[in-house]
């Protein structure tokens, strides 16, 4: 092969010698993602590898060129920069683009095949496939360089039938000295069709599967869409949120430091007022002690003796002199329990504002004496359960628990998004849920695990379970803080249990259709106790 520098400039050699020096050695056409064997020789891949199946019978390997031999199938080198010059010589020929087969007869200027012939091995022009067709009866396929899969590697020729007992395609030696001889055989047309009905078949078969697959990546591409403009307009909202949550704040610090200022400015102004007296009266004592002095200095008895009255008197007695004191106590302060009120009460208004924007209520949960197990101590405050080793002393009440360490809230919930918070204090066993105020009271089912009007999670022995109707469900994650947050949309049927440790962590979520007012209930044993917040 020429030096490649010339081949990069076509302009300066005649483009039948550039032809000559791109063309496959098999073909006689323009390389074709050109590769090369170890001893240099470049080929069309399709071409070479047609080649090497061919061979692969023989058992040996050569190259076409050199007849280099190879004892194993030679790997295949792809060659970048042969195809890069190939596709650049390509584009200054008009029409050798459109097509790399040539009719093998115009041997003078490429003409375009429209056929190939499978017996002769050549691919041929109209003028030539015309007279081709007027002397010969052969094969004819698409324009191909490529005759190695189109013939039988044992017996090369046409592969014409099709043993469906062996899978494979015949020449007519094969049918009839081959190792398939006797076999029912087929034509390759025919054989050719039924395997295409068989494919229509099984392509209508797939063509429901795929358009549910379709549907499905549709709902799932929309579910995506959808997520994404929730989580979007979520961001915006806790923006606004935060936004009005520093107007807020900021005008609470502004009502806590004016309160500040108040109580230091009046505190002030009275004891300026104060000083302001008591200079006046400092200075009246300053002149009345300069004045006592000049008398003490006087040598005149008479004039001593008669002014001794109006000079001389007891410490305070001057009626001259207005008495200050008592307006301002020493001891007086800032009031900040006044300070911290102001505080408080701005920053249970934030909250209130900022639960009232995100549609939750957080409500008052009291436990109902009337309802606790004997073993079950209730605080002061109707706020904390306790599993106590005493009976407590309670009247008979038709609402109380009878069989389980159990106690529910006074108050039902009907209605509306709440949340609240409950602490354990990580002893015994507990259970936290809720139920219906119709839950039985005695007996197997009024646990609030047993029956199908409840709802809980339960605590014990470092595992999380969770119980509805008897059906018990363990979680995987492991209990790591004691505090936990219970939500409750009642419309939407949710009841979701949170660990409120840092990041919170989602627990379980039961959906139900809700028909009773939901009681919050406790559950506490061996010596648990829980705090609803």
């Known amino acids: 092969m020429k030096s490649l520098q010339f081949l990069l400039f076509p302009t300066t050699m005649a483009s039948a010698e550039l032809r000559d020096e791109l063309n496959c050695s098999i073909c006689l056409s323009l390389y074709t993602d050109p590769v090369s064997l170890r001893c240099g020789h470049n080929f069309c891949r399709s071409c070479i590898v047609s080649v090497l199946d061919s061979q692969e019978a023989a058992g040996g390997y050569s190259c076409p060129d050199c007849r280099a031999e190879y004892p194993e199938r030679p790997a295949l080198e792809k060659k970048r920069k042969l195809e890069n010059i190939v596709e650049r010589f390509s584009s200054t020929q008009p029409g050798v683009e459109e097509t790399r087969i040539f009719c093998t007869y115009c041997t003078k200027s490429p003409v375009p095949a429209v056929r190939t012939c499978l017996q002769c091995e050549s691919s041929l022009c109209d003028d030539h496939l015309t007279a081709h067709n007027n002397i010969m009866d052969h094969i004819l396929i698409d324009p191909t360089r490529s005759f190695g899969n189109k013939k039988c590697s044992l017996h090369k020729k046409v592969l014409e039938y099709y043993c469906p007992q062996d899978a494979a395609c015949l020449c007519v030696s094969c049918c009839l000295v081959g190792e398939h001889r006797g076999h029912r055989v087929e034509l390759l047309d025919e054989a050719s069709e039924k395997e295409k009905k068989k494919l229509r078949k099984y392509l209508d078969e797939l063509n429901p599967q795929k358009a549910e697959l379709q549907t499905r990546v549709q709902n799932l591409q929309d579910h995506k869409r959808k997520i994404?403009?929730?989580?979007?307009?979520?961001?915006?909202?806790?923006?606004?949120?935060?936004?009005?949550?520093?107007?807020?704040?900021?005008?609470?610090?502004?009502?806590?430091?004016?309160?500040?200022?108040?109580?230091?400015?009046?505190?002030?102004?009275?004891?300026?007022?104060?000083?302001?007296?008591?200079?006046?009266?400092?200075?009246?004592?300053?002149?009345?002690?300069?004045?006592?002095?000049?008398?003490?200095?006087?040598?005149?008895?008479?004039?001593?003796?008669?002014?001794?009255?109006?000079?001389?008197?007891?410490?305070?007695?001057?009626?001259?002199?207005?008495?200050?004191?008592?307006?301002?106590?020493?001891?007086?302060?800032?009031?900040?329990?006044?300070?911290?009120?102001?505080?408080?009460?701005?920053?249970?208004?934030?909250?209130?504002?900022?639960?009232?924007?995100?549609?939750?209520?957080?409500?008052?949960?009291?436990?109902?004496?009337?309802?606790?197990?004997?073993?079950?101590?209730?605080?002061?405050?109707?706020?904390?359960?306790?599993?106590?080793?005493?009976?407590?002393?309670?009247?008979?009440?038709?609402?109380?628990?009878?069989?389980?360490?159990?106690?529910?809230?006074?108050?039902?919930?009907?209605?509306?998004?709440?949340?609240?918070?409950?602490?354990?204090?990580?002893?015994?066993?507990?259970?936290?849920?809720?139920?219906?105020?119709?839950?039985?009271?005695?007996?197997?089912?009024?646990?609030?695990?047993?029956?199908?009007?409840?709802?809980?999670?339960?605590?014990?022995?470092?595992?999380?379970?969770?119980w509805h109707n008897s059906n018990i469900l363990p979680l995987s994650v492991k209990p790591t803080c004691p505090t936990l947050g219970v939500f409750l949309d009642y419309e939407a049927g949710r009841l979701s249990f949170y660990e409120l440790c840092d990041p919170i962590r989602h627990l379980h979520t039961f959906t139900a259709s809700f028909t009773e007012p939901l009681h919050v209930t406790i559950y506490v044993y061996y010596g648990a106790s829980v705090i609803i917040s």
């Open 228 to 466: 994404q403009e929730k989580a979007s307009d979520k961001r915006k909202n806790i923006s606004k949120i935060f936004m009005d949550i520093k107007e807020q704040l900021e005008m609470a610090e502004k009502k806590a430091l004016s309160e500040v200022s108040r109580q230091e400015e009046k505190i002030v102004s009275q004891i300026s007022d104060l000083i302001k007296k008591l200079e006046i009266q400092e200075d009246e004592l300053s002149r009345k002690m300069r004045h006592v002095e000049e008398m003490c200095r006087v040598t005149d008895p008479i004039r001593i003796l008669q002014e001794s009255d109006i000079t001389v008197s007891s410490p305070g007695g001057d009626g001259d002199t207005e008495e200050v004191g008592g307006e301002v106590s020493s001891e007086e302060d800032l009031d900040e329990v006044l300070i911290s009120l102001t505080l408080h009460r701005s920053m249970r208004d934030i909250v209130t504002n900022v639960t009232s924007e995100l549609g939750v209520h957080v409500p008052d949960i009291l436990m109902d004496l009337d309802t606790a197990h004997r073993y079950v101590k209730i605080s002061e405050d109707l706020k904390t359960a306790t599993s106590s080793e005493e009976k407590q002393v309670r009247p008979e009440s038709p609402g109380r628990f009878l069989n389980y360490a159990q106690v529910l809230s006074r108050c039902g919930l009907s209605s509306g998004r709440h949340y609240w918070e409950v602490e354990w204090n990580q002893i015994g066993r507990c259970m936290i849920g809720l139920s219906y105020p119709s839950i039985e009271k005695k007996g197997g089912p009024s646990c609030i695990a047993y029956n199908d009007k409840s709802w809980c999670l339960d605590i014990n022995n470092g595992e999380y379970k969770v």
